[in-house]
């Protein structure tokens, strides 16, 4: 168990509509990451935040948007869903901002029908 | 730009022998690097480390090692076991970077 939470694990929804993930990140960690892994392909960085700041982006899509919160939680939310996005989505926490070890949740299933 | 590459998609290794998984970055800002294990439908798990001031580490099993000159990292397991039998990620990230850049992952898999 790496500590950080994310919810729900599997999510089926339809084209259009709009989604929010959960994230509990390790108790302590201030940094958030959010990656996408789409059909068994490497995992690719979304968005990243330290300390309910955004701190760095990467390929994330307009319709696609984080926030952390005030207890360090994290929320993904992802709008206008495409068949495309269908993918898991993982979470991962760390002490810093950058570098080192990241520790990540089990991930959220994501089916878009 | 894949700025972190692990050319080979696959790997079979028997049991009790070596199983060797490469990794090569570009960039040469990076002085971090991460070996990450996942099995399906799980979150990747941390596996060993190196800093860009050693050029080896060791942990049980596993070694990691790195070649700065080259730009090439590798992560030797002995012996293999058929619960190593996983995807193996490896990620860099180094001072200004703000993530973790993963590889696109080796798949061993480790039979008895």
């Known amino acids: 168990d790496s500590g950080v939470t994310q919810t729900p694990k599997h999510l089926i929804t339809a084209t259009g509509q709009r989604v929010t993930l959960r994230c509990s990140p390790r108790s302590g960690d201030l940094s958030v990451y959010w990656y996408q892994q789409s059909l068994d392909q490497g995992l690719q960085f979304l968005i990243q935040?330290?300390?309910?700041?955004?701190?760095a982006k990467g390929n994330i899509l307009e319709r696609f948007s984080a926030q952390q919160f005030p207890d360090l939680h994290s929320e993904l939310n992802l709008s206008s869903l495409e068949l495309g996005d269908s993918a898991l989505y993982f979470c991962?926490?760390?002490?810093?901002?950058?570098?080192?070890?990241?520790?990540f949740g089990q991930g959220t299933r994501l089916t878009v029908v | 730009d894949q700025q972190v590459k692990q050319n080979s998609p696959s790997l079979s290794v028997q049991e009790g022998r070596i199983s060797i998984l490469n990794c090569d970055y570009t960039?040469?800002?990076?002085?971090?690097f991460l070996w990450y294990k996942k099995y399906p439908a799980e979150g990747p798990t941390f596996l060993i480390s190196?800093?860009?001031?050693?050029d080896k580490n060791e942990d049980g099993r596993f070694t990691v090692f790195l070649n700065k000159s080259a730009k090439h990292l590798s992560l030797h397991i002995v012996p293999s076991q058929p619960g190593d039998s996983a995807v193996y990620f490896c990620a860099a990230s180094g001072t200004g970077f703000q993530k973790l850049v993963f590889g696109t992952g080796t798949r061993l898999l480790v039979s008895p």
């Open positions: 190196i800093s860009s001031i050693k």
């Open positions: 935040y330290y300390n309910g700041e955004e701190r």
């Open positions: 991962a926490s760390s002490t810093r901002q950058g570098a080192g070890e990241a520790f």
């Open positions: 960039n040469s800002m990076f002085d971090y």
